[in-house]
């Protein structure tokens, strides 16, 4: 699996570009976003971060 990882607002998102999924990331788990338009908006109003940069936002190391 291919991964991007997102951070927009205050949420930390995962693009799977095999699957074309993306899915908010939350603490131990993920949650699939199925709206449209919310892909849309992340995707294009949000940076592209590293892995470590996730994992770290996730926990709450990093502002």
């Not at 899915?23 to 338009?37: A, F, K, Q, T, W």
């Not at 996730?54 to 926990?59: G, H, P, Q, S, Y």
């Amino acid at each position: 699996m291919a991964e991007l990882f997102f951070h927009h607002d205050t949420n930390t998102y995962l693009y799977d570009t095999n699957l074309l999924k993306l899915y908010r990331l939350e603490g131990n788990r993920s949650v699939e976003i199925d709206n449209p338009e919310i892909q849309h908006k992340v995707r294009l109003n949000s940076a592209e971060i590293s892995r470590e940069t996730a994992f770290k936002l996730m926990n709450g190391c990093c502002t």
